[in-house]
């Protein structure tokens, strides 16, 4: 298993470099709606977090840690530039990264996150995710009912059992849940740095979301001081999977600046 597992599509080696990056408990298919709007003008970077997807799992999280291992396959793909799409937990990693390795990242786009600290917001997603008993499971539609018990938000529960699969009869996660759970306070805690970044920045926000609010600015502002914030009529937190071709108009607009 890849210390990250990556896709990446594109039909020029000529094109610039874009990388999308997916939240917690998510896959790189998570943003395939925002991807296939980009792979015309760019060669599209979708990569699985550590702990996710296909990606190899870690002994401990933090931000520096997997930004570190995204940037080494970077280096490993020869990538001397490219721009960043980050949306939850993809964007706090892209903002780390970003915040590491100025000189690599044109331009850094964060969807619906700040780099502050959170309160807990998954204790039920966690209860959830307990409930569902692998190894007693036969079908995923019992994975959902024991996951419905604390999970009541049905596209909630759709977006968790994709990460659900079997192997030789054996119900598995895809992501790293003891990990996760484990390390969940490290997860949303603030993204910190001694020197800002100073590239361009879009935040865009969820309309009906409360994870980017006004009170976070002075933190963006002090991290990111070359950074607009946009925001994304009638959408949530998932505003990339709601709004897809508005969220990929304002990338659009912003990346060609």
């Not at 892209?94 to 600290?117: F, S, W």
């Not at 992501?175 to 759970?181: A, D, P, R, S």
């Not at 994870?211 to 925001?231: C, D, G, R, T, W």
Request: charge should be neutral; include cysteine; charged fraction near 20%.
């Amino acid at each position: 298993m890849n210390a990250v597992n990556y896709q990446i599509h594109s039909d020029s080696a000529d094109k610039p470099w874009l990388m999308l990056i997916h939240g917690l408990f998510g896959s790189l298919d998570n943003l395939s709606a925002l991807r296939r709007q980009f792979t015309d003008s760019y060669q599209v970077l979708s990569i699985d977090l550590p702990d996710h997807g296909k990606s190899a799992a870690t002994q401990s999280f933090s931000f520096e840690h997997y930004a570190e291992l995204i940037h080494t396959l970077i280096n490993s793909l020869k990538i001397t530039k490219l721009s960043v799409v980050g949306h939850s937990l993809g964007g706090k990693v892209a903002m780390q990264l970003a915040l590491n390795q100025n000189e690599l990242i044109n331009h850094l786009v964060v969807l619906d996150i700040a780099p502050v600290e959170y309160s807990a917001r998954h204790s039920n997603v966690f209860r959830g995710l307990n409930n569902v008993v692998l190894a007693d499971i036969t079908s995923r539609k019992e994975a959902d009912v024991a996951l419905a018990r604390y999970v009541e938000d049905i596209s909630t529960r759709q977006f968790l059992l994709k990460s659900l699969y079997n192997e030789n009869d054996i119900w598995k996660w895809r992501f790293n849940l003891e990990l996760l759970q484990k390390d969940y306070a490290k997860i949303s805690s603030a993204i910190t740095s001694v020197h800002p970044y100073e590239g361009p920045v879009l935040f865009l926000k969820g309309e009906h979301s409360d994870y980017l609010l006004a009170e976070y600015k002075p933190a963006v502002v002090q991290l990111f001081p070359n950074s607009q914030s946009k925001m994304v009529s009638r959408a949530g937190h998932w505003l990339h999977a709601e709004k897809p071709e508005i969220c990929g108009k304002l990338i659009s607009a912003f990346l060609i600046k």
